[in-house]
């Protein structure tokens, strides 16, 4: 399983920034797929899901309505489209599959090794 | 959508134990069996550690154990060791596709 998120860098407040995971290594489309972000020294902090068809997506209050998540099963890729950007969601962020077969997994086992987003205060 | 609560600290000395609390809700631990662990040293990528409360994954030494009481989570980390001193986080499945994140551990090794 290979994960490489790109896509962060310096962006000023209220600007927006598209985040890509590319993937390799695992079947995409039978995964769902989820965007994790850490605070420099910080915690985890789950943001947003989507499942395997795009049918089912979740965002943590912190990010709804700023946010979008999606997926390209063709391309294997990930996707996250972040507008209106604070000083709060300075972070590293990272890319996760889930399982969705029978009965599905509900743990992170593959990290990508996250793309930094800084929005300046 | 609020954290997990975990302690900020704990330590103990080589082949001692510690035990890590995660306190959740009745909308995340206390309703799901699906408690994960990582462990995250300095400039890594979490590495899960613990997964369906207390299972291991393949690779995970046995001194890793865990376990969930209502809606609180624990992880023991038994015969401490020095690369055992890492951040740990706790993690529940909370429905709809969302999860919660525990809130860090720095684990000390004397």
């Known amino acids: 399983v290979h994960l490489v998120e790109s896509g962060g860098h310096l962006v000023e407040p209220g600007r927006s920034l598209r985040l890509l995971c590319a993937t390799s290594?695992?079947?995409?489309?039978?995964?769902?797929m989820h965007w994790v972000r850490q605070v420099p020294g910080k915690g985890l902090e789950w943001i947003a899901s989507?499942?395997?068809?795009?049918?089912?997506?979740a965002y943590a209050d912190s990010v709804k309505g700023r946010v979008s998540i999606s997926r390209d099963n063709a391309k294997k890729s990930l996707f996250l489209q972040m507008n209106n950007l604070r000083p709060e969601d300075t972070a590293l962020y990272y890319c996760?599959?889930?399982?969705?077969?029978?009965?599905?997994?509900?743990?992170?086992?593959?990290w990508g090794q996250g793309t930094q987003v800084t929005v300046p205060s | 959508q609020s954290g997990l609560t975990q302690p900020r600290s704990v330590s103990g000395s080589p082949e001692q134990s510690v035990t890590i609390s995660c306190s959740g809700s009745?909308?995340?631990?206390?309703?799901?069996?699906?408690v994960s662990w990582y462990q995250q040293h300095p400039d890594r990528a979490p590495k899960l550690i613990i997964y369906?409360?207390?299972k291991r994954p393949s690779g995970v030494p046995d001194r890793f154990s865990a376990s969930k009481s209502g809606n609180t989570a624990s992880l023991t980390i038994s015969g401490l060791q020095a690369d055992d001193e890492a951040d740990y986080f706790c993690?529940?499945?909370?429905?709809?596709?969302?999860?919660?994140f525990g809130t860090g551990t720095t684990v000390t090794v004397l």
């Open positions: 009745s909308s995340d631990i206390g309703d799901y069996d699906y």
């Open positions: 369906d409360v207390s």
């Open positions: 989507i499942n395997w068809n795009s049918d089912t997506i």
């Open positions: 996760s599959p889930t399982w969705e077969g029978s009965g599905g997994v509900y743990y992170f086992e593959y």
């Open positions: 290594g695992f079947d995409f489309d039978d995964h769902a």
């Open positions: 993690c529940s499945y909370a429905g709809g596709y969302s999860y919660v």
